[in-house]
């Protein structure tokens, strides 16, 4: 795959009110170009005013809900983030609210691999929620324990089956 090409020319919008956590993003992606925010109404401004292959947005902190409605509007795909939001409950509405990946901070230092399948699908105009959720099933197992798709199983089922997500997947080295 065309990796080098991906990350010398995607523009990335990055909101998250940790000033530490940007600094890391800019770091662990330094070959992009990135604009970054710490509150909502810079992020929104940002997104008013410019166009952005891709948006990661921080849940808390920041109205990261409402940035990701105005990503979508704009036909922006968006990596969701967090710390203090990490649970079934909004992992699942991440997806529902169109959110192309949902990361825990605990796995930042593998952001770049999110990154890059989603640029990838977006440049092939495709959709495809499997390979980031396959790779954080585990995590999300172990997070939210035995039976955390239980409440909303027909939503998972769907979204599986939507995915071609299977319980094997994932990968059993975390």
């Known amino acids: 795959m065309e990796r080098e090409g991906l990350l010398k020319d995607g523009k990335i919008l990055v909101v998250d009110d940790e000033p530490d956590i ?5 770091e662990l992606l330094d070959q992009y170009s990135l604009d970054t925010a710490t509150s909502y109404e810079a992020g929104e401004k940002l997104l008013g ?4 292959d891709l948006a990661i947005l921080d849940i808390m902190g920041v109205r990261g809900y409402d940035l990701l409605e105005i ?5 922006i795909p968006a990596l ?5 939001a990490l649970s079934a409950e909004n992992l699942k509405k991440s997806i529902q609210k169109g ?6 901070k605990d ?3 593998d952001i770049a691999t999110y990154v890059e399948d989603i640029l990838s699908l977006n440049r092939r105009k495709k959709s495809d929620r499997k390979s980031w959720f396959a790779r954080l099933k ?8 035995q039976g955390w798709k239980d409440e909303d199983r027909d939503f ?7 995915n071609g997500i299977s319980d094997k997947d994932g990968d059993k080295t975390e």
């Open 22 to 26: 940007l600094e890391t993003i800019e």
């Open 49 to 52: 005013h410019n166009t952005y």
């Open 71 to 75: 990503a979508r509007e704009k036909d």
């Open 80 to 84: 969701m983030l967090t710390a203090h």
């Open 99 to 104: 959110a192309d990946s949902y990361i825990p």
């Open 107 to 109: 796995k930042l230092a």
């Open 138 to 145: 585990p995590y999300f197992d172990r997070t939210f324990r």
């Open 156 to 162: 998972w089922n769907e979204f599986d089956k939507e």
